[in-house]
C-alpha cells in the first residue's frame, strides 16, 4: 500500500495565485515525520520542512505555509502570491520511528507550473 | 561546507556490463541511502546503511548491491546492467545523532543503459 499519496500529477496556476500542494500519509506508528522536499528544473532535490507527528503547530515561512491533520493524515503545503520560480516537483515524504528509522517514503510528487 | 557528491554526473554503459556510482559525504554521518527516481514513481528506495558495515535492502534492491566500509562512501554496484536501470540515481545521508531526521540529497547521477 502506498504510504505517501499525492494525487495531484500536475498543476498550472498563474503567478500570483495561491496554490496547495495535497499529500495524505499512511502510517501505525504514534511517532513519525514528514517532510516536503522541492526539486527545480535543475534536478537537485532541496529540503523544505520537517514536521513530527507530535506538533500539530502549522507553520509559515514567507510565502510558503503547510497545514498538518492528524485526524485526516494530511500535510498539505500552499504558496501564496505564487512566482515562475516556484515551478518544480515537489515532493512529499513520510519517515517512521522504530527498527526503520529514517527510511523515507515518497510520495510520486506534484509538478507545479507557475506560468507570467 | 560539508557536502555529499556523486560521480559520474552522466553514465552510458551497455547491457551486461558492471556499473558503479560513487557517493561521498564529508557531513560525518552515519546514515546513507541510495534511491532512483522515475517518473510516475518518485523516489524509490534502494539501498540503505546505518553504519560501516551495515546495509540494508530498500523495496527495490534486486540487481543493485552496496558495500559500507567507511562512514564517508556508500557506493552502488550494478551488477549486470539492464535497460530498466536507466533512471536518476540519488545519493542522501542524515543523522539521527544530531536530531534533524532529514535527508540531504547529492546532485543525482543520470544513467542510460543501452
Known amino acids: 500500500a502506498q504510504k505517501v499519496t499525492q494525487a495531484q500529477t500536475e498543476i498550472s496556476v498563474v503567478e500570483k495565485e495561491d496554490v496547495t500542494l495535497d499529500c495524505v500519509y499512511e502510517?501505525?506508528?504514534?511517532?513519525?515525520?514528514l517532510f516536503w522536499y522541492k526539486q527545480p528544473p535543475s534536478g537537485e532535490l532541496v529540503f523544505l520542512i520537517r514536521?513530527?507527528?507530535?506538533?500539530?503547530q502549522n507553520e509559515i515561512s514567507g510565502r510558503y505555509s503547510w497545514n498538518f491533520q492528524k485526524s485526516t493524515s494530511s500535510f498539505n503545503f500552499t504558496i501564496t502570491a505564487s512566482q515562475v520560480v516556484d515551478s518544480a516537483v515537489y515532493f512529499c515524504?513520510?519517515?517512521?520511528?522504530?527498527?526503520?528509522?529514517?527510511?523515507?517514503?515518497f510520495g510520486s510528487g506534484t509538478k507545479l507550473n507557475v506560468k507570467p | 561546507d560539508a557536502e555529499i557528491t556523486q560521480s559520474p554526473r552522466h553514465k552510458i554503459t551497455e547491457t551486461g556490463r558492471q556499473v558503479t556510482l560513487a557517493c561521498h559525504q564529508t557531513?560525518?554521518?552515519?546514515?546513507m541511502f541510495w534511491y532512483r527516481q522515475d517518473l510516475g514513481h518518485g523516489l524509490r528506495l534502494i539501498h540503505y546503511?546505518?553504519?560501516?558495515?551495515?546495509?540494508n535492502k530498500g523495496e527495490v534492491s534486486d540487481g543493485y548491491s552496496v558495500s559500507r566500509s567507511n562512514t564517508e562512501d556508500l557506493p552502488l554496484t550494478l551488477e549486470s546492467a539492464a535497460s530498466s536501470q536507466t533512471s536518476v540515481y540519488f545519493c542522501?545521508?542524515?543523522?539521527?545523532?544530531?536530531?534533524?531526521?532529514?535527508?540531504?540529497f547529492g546532485p543525482g547521477t543520470r544513467l542510460t543503459v543501452t
Open positions: 546503511s546505518y553504519g560501516v558495515q551495515d546495509t
Open positions: 515524504a513520510l519517515s517512521e520511528a522504530g527498527d526503520n528509522f529514517n527510511k523515507f517514503y
Open positions: 557531513w560525518n554521518h552515519n546514515n
Open positions: 542522501a545521508t542524515s543523522s539521527r545523532d544530531r536530531g534533524t531526521y532529514e535527508q540531504y
Open positions: 502510517t501505525r506508528d504514534t511517532t513519525y515525520y
Open positions: 514536521r513530527n507527528s507530535f506538533d500539530e
